[in-house]
């Protein structure tokens, strides 16, 4: 069942989002060579709209452009209030060149994830416009891509465009930006005719239907009714791990092939395609349970088999809509036993380009990527042993009285307490908030036990939700001048909110080097200077992440294997 919705809503502050746009029918025009990608959405789309324009006009706000932080002035709007009495302050930033996503490939998945990290610690999410026809390639590429993501990145985008009297786009742009601006959904989703996909398992399923999305093996992570969105939260992924977001760009594309079996395929035309110059992996669309004809002596089977030999990885993926490779079959089981992967219920997008962020991947080898198609890692496949975990019914004032009960774990330092609690409540209690909006990793955070904090950052807690006063957990380890606490939410990407940073530049005055240890620019301080954005990495400058394709296409220097 889903949860109740004060749990997790960002009431109180306004959260802060930004629009990329990348083109597609959603912000099309008609012209006389037929429906064109156009400029200027938030002034002839938003702004006319009361849904989208409460006509308060704050003022403008920065958008970082490029690596080396520069920063420009963007108009921005707001929402009137949601039924959730939050407001959504949102800025809308067009790329250069507006595509229909036809054209869209791995530079165009860099250019997107690279806006997402340089507005990182300036956002509390993303909503990415998007034409719908490779939609669900660039979701699961950018799940890939997004390593440690902690808020929300949601793609959206339309059958018919915004400025056309019936249209899906307003629907979709105002649902999407509501789940974002609400909802620490800490994942790559796409939002589509009110529902919310994990994006990793969307596929399309009509070019002219308003439910143009499904995901036929993962049940929606939240629907849009006429009352307000319900969010299953057992199926949101958390993040399991003290990590920094960081970005792996420039996927190998290039070397990789998709292949879709048919009844009478000939050995030496798969033969041909795994020859092919430089290839590195193979997606296979195998019948139902991921069966392929062996061929006349098993000429099929040898060939795949020796390309396996040669280092090539090839993956079954099934052609049905719905279910599962298993070599539960003969033919299935001889794919097997030649090396081929079973990618389980992925889509023929998440196959394709988990693989191509695989071999993007520094350090990686045939067997290693081979190893991680296997196994989930960030949702895109389930794996058979996983367990899952559903929450009873009608517990509402029991877990509000666990809440509280936590609250006084935590402040006790009694990590006893606190693991018995988690353990009726599972993880879904860490964004849980209480009347003042303090999550469990808030009262961890000022916590006499800094195990209880690292165990809640360990098992699902995020650490950009904000109380009702706007404070992250990080704003309050500092106040109450806890360094070990500062250190330790910083490790996990945890950055002080841009409506903090006022705030806790005055405290730094009086304890730099603490306040300096929670992301504070007090030597920009000293010396007056705003030309520097502090990004969740540490301080992107004009020299330090500049030379971005140096790190083998990794924005981080954090390196690490994926999970
Ligand atoms: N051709 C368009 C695109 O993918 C279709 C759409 O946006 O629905 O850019």
Same mark, same amino acid.
């Given at each position: 069942?889903?949860?109740?919705?004060?749990?997790?809503?960002?009431?109180?502050?306004?959260?802060?989002?930004?629009?990329?746009?990348?083109?597609?029918?959603?912000?099309?025009?008609?012209?006389?060579?037929?429906?064109?990608?156009?400029?200027?959405?938030?002034?002839?789309?938003?702004?006319?709209?009361?849904?989208?324009?409460?006509?308060?006009?704050?003022?403008?706000?920065?958008?970082?452009?490029?690596?080396?932080?520069?920063?420009?002035?963007?108009?921005?709007?707001?929402?009137?209030?949601?039924?959730?009495?939050?407001?959504?302050?949102?800025?809308?930033?067009?790329?250069?060149?507006? %595509?229909?996503? *036809?054209? =869209?490939? @791995?530079?165009?998945?860099?250019?997107?994830?690279?806006?997402? &990290?340089? !507005? $990182?610690? #300036?956002?509390?999410?993303?909503?990415?416009?998007?034409?719908?026809?490779?939609?669900?390639?660039?979701?699961?590429?950018?799940?890939?891509?997004?390593?440690?993501?902690?808020?929300?990145?949601?793609?959206?985008?339309?059958?018919?465009?915004?400025?056309?009297?019936?249209?899906?786009?307003?629907?979709? %742009?105002?649902? *999407?930006? =509501?789940? @974002?601006?609400?909802?620490?959904?800490?994942?790559?989703?796409? &939002?589509? !005719? $009110?529902? #919310?996909?994990?994006?990793?398992?969307?596929?399309?399923?009509?070019?002219?239907?308003?439910?143009?999305?499904?995901?036929?093996?993962?049940?929606?992570?939240?629907?849009?009714?006429?009352?307000?969105?319900?969010?299953?939260?057992?199926?949101?992924?958390?993040?399991?791990?003290?990590?920094?977001?960081?970005?792996?760009?420039?996927?190998?594309?290039?070397?990789?092939?998709?292949?879709?079996?048919?009844?009478?395929?000939?050995?030496?035309?798969?033969?041909?395609?795994?020859?092919?110059?430089?290839?590195?992996?193979?997606?296979?669309?195998?019948?139902?349970?991921?069966?392929?004809?062996?061929?006349?002596?098993?000429?099929?089977?040898?060939?795949?088999?020796?390309?396996?030999?040669?280092?090539?990885?090839?993956?079954?993926?099934?052609?049905?809509?719905?279910?599962?490779?298993?070599?539960?079959?003969?033919?299935?089981?001889?794919?097997?036993?030649?090396?081929?992967?079973?990618?389980?219920?992925?889509?023929?997008?998440?196959?394709?380009?988990?693989?191509?962020?695989?071999?993007?991947?520094?350090?990686?080898?045939?067997?290693?990527?081979?190893?991680?198609?296997?196994?989930?890692?960030?949702?895109?496949?389930?794996?058979?042993?996983?367990?899952?975990?559903?929450?009873?019914?009608?517990?509402?004032?029991?877990?509000?009285?666990?809440?509280?009960?936590?609250?006084?774990?935590?402040?006790?330092?009694?990590?006893?307490?606190?693991?018995?609690?988690?353990?009726?409540?599972?993880?879904?209690?860490?964004?849980?908030?209480?009347?003042?909006?303090?999550?469990?990793?808030?009262?961890?955070?000022?916590?006499?036990?800094?195990?209880?904090?690292?165990?809640?950052?360990?098992?699902?807690?995020?650490?950009?939700?904000?109380?009702?006063?706007?404070?992250?957990?990080?704003?309050?380890?500092?106040?109450?001048?806890?360094?070990?606490?500062?250190?330790?939410?910083?490790?996990?990407?945890?950055?002080?909110?841009?409506?903090?940073?006022?705030?806790?530049?005055?405290?730094?005055?009086?304890?730099?080097?603490?306040?300096?240890?929670?992301?504070?620019?007090?030597?920009?301080?000293?010396?007056?200077?705003?030309?520097?954005?502090?990004?969740?990495?540490?301080?992107?400058?004009?020299?330090?992440?500049?030379?971005?394709?140096?790190?083998?296409?990794?924005?981080?220097?954090?390196?690490?294997?994926?999970?």
């Amino acid at each position: 069942m889903t949860a109740p919705d004060y749990e997790s809503s960002l009431s109180g502050p306004e959260a802060r989002v930004l629009i990329i746009v990348t083109g597609g029918t959603i912000c099309m025009r008609r012209s006389p060579s037929g429906f064109v990608p156009a400029r200027g959405f938030l002034k002839s789309a938003l702004a006319p709209r009361p849904t989208f324009n409460d006509g308060s006009n704050p003022g403008p706000v920065e958008v970082v452009i490029n690596s080396e932080g520069e920063r420009r002035l963007y108009p921005s709007l707001r929402t009137p209030p949601s039924s959730y009495d939050g407001r959504v302050r949102y800025t809308v930033y067009e790329f250069e060149e507006l %595509l229909d996503s *036809s054209s =869209i490939d @791995a530079k165009g998945w860099t250019q997107i994830a690279r806006t997402i &990290y340089w !507005n $990182y610690t #300036l956002c509390d999410a993303f909503v990415v416009l998007h034409g719908t026809d490779s939609l669900a390639y660039t979701c699961s590429a950018l799940s890939f891509m997004l390593q440690n993501l902690g808020k929300p990145v949601i793609l959206t985008g339309s059958q018919a465009p915004m400025l056309e009297l019936q249209n899906d786009a307003t629907d979709n %742009l105002l649902g *999407s930006l =509501i789940v @974002a601006g609400h909802f620490m959904i800490p994942e790559v989703c796409l &939002y589509f !005719n $009110y529902k #919310l996909f994990r994006g990793n398992r969307a596929t399309k399923v009509s070019a002219s239907a308003f439910a143009a999305f499904d995901s036929p093996n993962a049940l929606p992570l939240a629907v849009t009714t006429a009352m307000r969105t319900q969010v299953a939260w057992e199926r949101v992924q958390k993040p399991r791990h003290i990590e920094h977001f960081s970005i792996q760009t420039n996927l190998d594309t290039t070397h990789v092939a998709c292949l879709r079996i048919f009844p009478g395929i000939q050995p030496q035309m798969v033969d041909a395609v795994l020859k092919l110059d430089g290839l590195r992996g193979l997606v296979l669309e195998t019948f139902g349970a991921g069966n392929a004809p062996g061929g006349q002596d098993n000429a099929m089977t040898k060939v795949l088999a020796d390309a396996i030999q040669r280092g090539i990885v090839i993956v079954s993926v099934t052609q049905c809509l719905s279910g599962s490779v298993s070599p539960v079959y003969a033919p299935g089981m001889t794919l097997s036993r030649a090396g081929v992967v079973a990618g389980q219920d992925m889509t023929t997008e998440a196959a394709l380009t988990k693989l191509s962020y695989l071999l993007a991947l520094p350090d990686s080898t045939p067997e290693s990527v081979a190893l991680h198609m296997a196994t989930s890692l960030r949702g895109e496949l389930t794996e058979q042993s996983q367990t899952v975990f559903r929450h009873p019914d009608g517990v509402l004032p029991e877990r509000v009285k666990n809440l509280a009960a936590m609250g006084y774990a935590v402040a006790q330092g009694n990590m006893e307490k606190v693991q018995d609690i988690m353990r009726v409540e599972q993880d879904w209690i860490l964004n849980d908030a209480d009347y003042s909006g303090n999550t469990p990793l808030h009262m961890a955070a000022t916590s006499p036990n800094l195990s209880i904090l690292r165990h809640f950052l360990l098992h699902g807690g995020s650490v950009h939700l904000r109380n009702r006063a706007g404070r992250t957990p990080l704003f309050l380890a500092a106040s109450a001048g806890l360094p070990d606490h500062v250190g330790l939410l910083r490790q996990s990407g945890a950055h002080l909110h841009a409506d903090e940073l006022p705030v806790a530049e005055l405290h730094a005055r009086q304890r730099p080097v603490l306040w300096e240890l929670a992301g504070v620019d007090v030597m920009g301080l000293k010396m007056g200077n705003k030309g520097k954005v502090e990004g969740s990495e540490g301080v992107l400058d004009g020299g330090s992440n500049g030379d971005e394709e140096g790190w083998n296409g990794r924005v981080d220097v954090l390196s690490r294997s994926p999970r």
